[in-house]
């Protein structure tokens, strides 16, 4: 999974592990018993389960490679693992959400309990370096499902009518209020290096490093806004086949979509979104969020248009000076805001399809089954979102979702 | 819905209503937040949503009815409407388990001031005689949905590998003691009065007490029990196509029946069943339970008997002496033992399908779709379970069920 | 199946075969190969299916009786066996239209092969009693046949955008012609007697004679008619949740009826409906046809009066003078018209579900499974309509389908 | 769609329209009206159909362009478009093996018309430069529904008990002999050329011709063959979660696949095939057919190898010399057999998805959505089949089926 390359030293690492830990428990001490329980598609999980898995995956990988570590229970491995089926049967994933015992009061306890058993080895100075790597990867695991759980709850609390808010925040200055014109920036092409370079933490799928041919290309400065998405609506964006990929179209057309996820019109035809501040205004100025790959590439078609390669855009984020603003730049993927969970930048959609680098090989055993067996009909989106927890970007990153998703926070950037 | 004969006086309406909401509060004070929060099937519904659902049919017809009354919260006429049409949109019943909000604390709350709104009329005397009706209907209204919630929580907690427990219970016996034998009963045919007379509370359905003609009939002293069951498996039941109606052998091979509900043989050849109490060995002299009606119908055909129909059914509660013993005595149908939510008596399938009994109307505004809207392709079940409520039972009685259902207590007596 | 009492003679027998058989090549001889290949949806069959499995019947239950006989094709058993389990494994139901082998003329050479085999058993009297019994139940099978494959050819071409012609017919004369008035006919109540007698032919569905109580009731004297239909949508039918069974309501919506089967609403607002003679005009003074039993029962509600349930259709049926005109009366259930196979008169929905009769007995064998397995979750149709055979109806007649099924020619008559 | 590059002259053009016109007629003669009228599954399409939509689509593109033609019959523009929006509403993709008129001889004479019209102003030389592009297209596109048409006819009849045949064909010499040793190529890296130079004909998917970066590789010199997937079966390739994609394995359980497509096991344990010239013993030395990119995927994991990238494998089939053999050489794409239509040379699975070339551009109007509005969630093959027409192939050429399909003629080569 890791190469054992540049890891900080023990002491950063134990820190580290804290820092991940304590970051989950706070972004989900708000959260009721009864707002962590459920599932609200098979897609998502339930807050519980992801405090609970987590965890599950300290035990697993870290503890369990202890000789002689007893689980704290066996039916754990069976709820709290996801699809590691080297590990053994799980609970039916549609299911997660009928599972009410243990309570979360237990899976705090499972948390605390597997936390400093991790922590006291750490500080013994006991585990293998293998054992290292897995703490490591651990803590990029969580943070994946930091932004998950979020997703996930967002998604939960939208069908409820009282429409809940998940964290207070201010009123925005003024939804009007226009975006930045959007320029270009110059990317320069021919032999270009890709992926990881194995200098520090990455996940498999970035890597190796390899060569790949690009040609020059221009890329936006800034992700497209809502106040473009609202003249592709205006435009028939909706209506006219000819934008769409075929699969797109039966998508619109089943899912009845006439407007990015959350979205809802009122009687006055002012436009609001569902967030995990309750529902408000759409933000004219805001990177539109919420949209699928086919929206995103009938957007980029009706623009004129082209979503880059995640092998441009890569180039483009590597390529320093040149490109200038937003997410490119990876310092800048997260920007500060009053609230790190409001809604704001994201995650961009590219033209790649989800496929495995040139010399791509899997961890040996069940953590090989980390990324790479996902590796078909999904596509690659870069960069990083407002919810994104923020050591967690790299210009390397490979996030990736099928087309018709829609509750990640995505968006996308133009080239051309 | 129902006609104002002989309603008992209001101190004792209010003394009833009082009896009925703290029953459900004792049945579901051990149940934490999140085992009350999630719905296992679309069937099936939450305990918090019951909960809430009763005490909104209490604020719906009752409270509601006051010129000038305004609802604690619109959002929970919209949260907690089950299927009144005439009430307006509803949650959909799907997603009831995605309902965090109002969380458990604020749904005791709604029972408690609705509660004590009825409450201080009724002690007030200002309720109108329409009113003091849909009293005693939200009681006997609320008493069924004490049942269902028993039945879901059981569906619910099943599905967890933990296998949790509801109430502690001590083992039982013997559980391989046989059966009492089985023996018949004659009921003399002829025109007979079937369905309510009037002089107590009946639900709509059980209504207008009629004229049949029926023909003599032997009907068994008491249910088809687990070791009755147990020959049925060995001899083929579950593999043999000409058991069953078309559509029940359909549901053996779909749904892959091998055994009542909840059984589960064990590596030694042993059956055990999820109970309210865990998962227990099965009781060979107790009453088959979470059969369905295909079932039921298959083991008749099987025995070389048949299904009594509703009407054979209550011409033989009716004619005293000569039906001896077991559920069909109504001052029996929930005989004494130490947990009212045990494994126990069972309501029994009739070869009877649920239509409107001749002459049925229904009540006028929205309470006239309590029961006459759903009486297509569904089938009658007499008698009473473990789980009903002490005081619900009538001989008159009409339950009911898809003919596939098997979440329900339910099994069968035999006739010939 | 059927008890040997009063069968006619042998030749009277092989008359009655020899006219069956050919009538159903008449029905089919103008239908191409194509049109008599493929199945539109899982409930109808390739009108070669039918013309196969017909003789399949005899095949299999007469001539197969034969100690000694070899089938002409072993396939053939498993290829036009329809649901009878005891003959073994079939074709799945749902790819009966992906049989292009054998085609039509092998088809024909089979059904010739056939028939000539019985013939000839049946002029040298060689067949058993019980024999000769399964080739008059064929015979009336054929005839069911005979209906379904009108049906099932109807429902084919009316998704040819096409709007192709099984038969000519000449236009109506006047489609806005009002229908005659509806009356009353008085049916006095009592122990009445329900059943077949056992006289002549009968299915084993509609014995034993028994006795039911019946109220008085008055039962219309004509069908429920297009013109009325019209009131009924312009009235808001099938936008008024009231008026519907709750599973009714519920096809309303997802299947997005707002009139009855084939018809179709023109720019002008004026109704057609297709036909086995092309896409016409709706006749106001023609019985409604092709509606469900959803919408017959939410028709009789917002006509405040009710369906009959079939006793009480069959006592009206039985009283004589008491009933005039309309397929009350059996001897014209099948009044003359230029074409057999044009709309008319229709099955009418009954109350009444599909029920055993009490003391309904299976033939044994493979045979016993003809009616008896499908007696749950359907609804009970009398009369017979413009496409039954003109020997097929008797007043005992009992048609069943499901709730939900449009595709028969059915229709309703009111009682109150 | 196509560059007007080196188009054959006229004459040459009239007589290739005229070869390919002739071979669909060819391919068909032998199938019977009711053999080309169903559609197995929604995938496939029946035989008529593909014979009436590949003249239509001369009809729409070539006459239509004419000013002032009148379509042969507007309905068989709504019949036989496939999936072109621009051209207007459709019939039902799923239901097309329902339209049983026109039957075939009116499909014929709608052949003959459309074809003389086109070749009578290919002869008098009125064609725009455009249409003359058209027509071109319209035989690659004929060519490509001809071998549509084998595959969906094979499967429709691979369905039908009677196993029927569509060619006759001698036994195989000896089908256990095992196949030639597998060798490895080398094809040297670097930036290299991919995609058509617009030198002839090639779809617009295969165009621009542009620049990619290459590692070295060794692609394996013959196909995987049946030899090879005995042993993959014996080592329980179908029952190791670890050797599959997690979509793939989810199908290898949805499924039940134990081996390739049309595959059974007989009771002795020999493996037969279902053919275009019926059931016959799997050929160990033949190459796999019949299998998804999942198994592919999952065969080359277990061979620990990798399938080549369509980039890898069009620079091998490119690079002359070091390739030798199979079809990596266009000229052998399509050896001599003794039947076209016979199992044979198999399309190959690509580790590439099919997304669009840098610089792809669409043609204007309806035409544009030949290729370019499937470019997502699919997987690219490369080669020819045995039932590939012998002009069809190009070492450019870009075939793509999502990824669970399995009744193309596909199967696979190793890389490494």
Redesign the interface.
Same mark, same amino acid.
């Given at each position: 999974m890791t190469t054992t390359v540049a890891r900080p030293d023990l002491a950063a690492l134990a820190a580290r592990f804290a820092e991940v830990r304590t970051r989950t428990d706070r972004l989900t001490h708000g959260l #009721?018993?009864?707002?962590?329980?459920?599932q609200?598609m098979t897609e998502a999980s339930p807050t +519980?389960w992801h405090r609970a898995h987590t965890t599950w995956f300290f035990e697993e990988f870290v503890l369990g490679a202890d000789p002689g570590y007893r689980p704290r229970d066996p039916?754990f491995r069976?709820?709290f693992n996801s699809?590691y089926?080297?590990v053994g049967e799980r609970?039916p994933r549609a299911?997660r959400?009928?599972?009410?015992?243990?309570?979360?009061a237990a899976v705090a306890a499972y948390r605390a309990d597997v936390e400093q058993q991790v922590a006291a080895r750490l500080e013994a100075g006991t585990l293998t370096e293998e054992q290292l790597d897995l703490v490591e990867l651990g803590c990029h695991h969580e943070e994946q499902h930091q932004e998950l759980l979020l997703m996930d709850i967002k998604h939960? !609390?939208s069908?409820? =009518?009282?429409q809940?808010t998940y964290v207070e925040r201010a009123p925005d200055d003024d939804p009007t209020a226009g975006p930045t014109p959007l320029r270009w920036t110059h990317v320069s092409g021919g =032999?270009t290096h890709v992926g990881d370079d194995g200098a520090g933490f990455a996940f498999d799928n970035e890597r190796p490093r390899?060569?790949? &041919?690009l040609?020059d290309v221009e890329i936006g400065t800034r992700q497209v806004t809502n106040a473009e998405w609202f003249d592709f609506i205006a435009d028939g964006g909706y209506t006219r @086949?000819?934008l &769409? !990929?075929?699969? /797109? &179209?039966a998508s619109v057309q089943d899912a009845g979509w006439r407007a990015p996820g959350y979205w809802r019109e009122d009687d006055d035809g002012r436009w609001t979104t569902f967030t995990l501040s309750g529902r408000r205004p759409v933000v004219a100025a805001e990177p539109v969020c919420h949209v699928s *790959? *086919?929206e995103a590439?009938a957007f980029a078609r009706w623009a004129g248009q082209r979503l880059p390669?995640e092998q441009e855009w890569e180039a483009g984020a590597a390529s320093g000076l040149e490109v200038r603003g937003g997410l490119l730049d990876p310092q800048r993927c997260h920007p500060s805001r009053a609230s790190e969970v409001t809604l704001g930048d994201v995650w961009e959609w590219t033209? #790649?399809?989800y496929?495995?680098y @040139? /010399?791509f090989e899997t961890a040996p055993g069940a953590v /090989?089954?980390y990324n790479g +067996? *996902?590796?078909?009909?999904q596509?690659v989106l870069r960069g990083a979102s407002a919810i994104t927890p923020p050591q967690h970007p790299r210009t390397t990153y490979r996030n990736f979702f099928p087309?018709a998703a829609r509750w990640a926070f995505s968006g996308l950037r133009l080239a051309r």
């Amino acid at each position: 999974m890791t190469t054992t390359v540049a890891r900080p030293d023990l002491a950063a690492l134990a820190a580290r592990f804290a820092e991940v830990r304590t970051r989950t428990d706070r972004l989900t001490h708000g959260l #009721s018993p009864e707002d962590q329980t459920p599932q609200s598609m098979t897609e998502a999980s339930p807050t +519980k389960w992801h405090r609970a898995h987590t965890t599950w995956f300290f035990e697993e990988f870290v503890l369990g490679a202890d000789p002689g570590y007893r689980p704290r229970d066996p039916a754990f491995r069976y709820l709290f693992n996801s699809y590691y089926e080297a590990v053994g049967e799980r609970h039916p994933r549609a299911a997660r959400g009928h599972v009410t015992r243990p309570g979360i009061a237990a899976v705090a306890a499972y948390r605390a309990d597997v936390e400093q058993q991790v922590a006291a080895r750490l500080e013994a100075g006991t585990l293998t370096e293998e054992q290292l790597d897995l703490v490591e990867l651990g803590c990029h695991h969580e943070e994946q499902h930091q932004e998950l759980l979020l997703m996930d709850i967002k998604h939960l !609390l939208s069908g409820n =009518v009282l429409q809940p808010t998940y964290v207070e925040r201010a009123p925005d200055d003024d939804p009007t209020a226009g975006p930045t014109p959007l320029r270009w920036t110059h990317v320069s092409g021919g =032999v270009t290096h890709v992926g990881d370079d194995g200098a520090g933490f990455a996940f498999d799928n970035e890597r190796p490093r390899h060569r790949v &041919w690009l040609e020059d290309v221009e890329i936006g400065t800034r992700q497209v806004t809502n106040a473009e998405w609202f003249d592709f609506i205006a435009d028939g964006g909706y209506t006219r @086949p000819d934008l &769409w !990929l075929s699969d /797109g &179209w039966a998508s619109v057309q089943d899912a009845g979509w006439r407007a990015p996820g959350y979205w809802r019109e009122d009687d006055d035809g002012r436009w609001t979104t569902f967030t995990l501040s309750g529902r408000r205004p759409v933000v004219a100025a805001e990177p539109v969020c919420h949209v699928s *790959f *086919f929206e995103a590439d009938a957007f980029a078609r009706w623009a004129g248009q082209r979503l880059p390669t995640e092998q441009e855009w890569e180039a483009g984020a590597a390529s320093g000076l040149e490109v200038r603003g937003g997410l490119l730049d990876p310092q800048r993927c997260h920007p500060s805001r009053a609230s790190e969970v409001t809604l704001g930048d994201v995650w961009e959609w590219t033209a #790649s399809a989800y496929v495995p680098y @040139p /010399g791509f090989e899997t961890a040996p055993g069940a953590v /090989g089954e980390y990324n790479g +067996k *996902f590796m078909n009909d999904q596509h690659v989106l870069r960069g990083a979102s407002a919810i994104t927890p923020p050591q967690h970007p790299r210009t390397t990153y490979r996030n990736f979702f099928p087309a018709a998703a829609r509750w990640a926070f995505s968006g996308l950037r133009l080239a051309r």
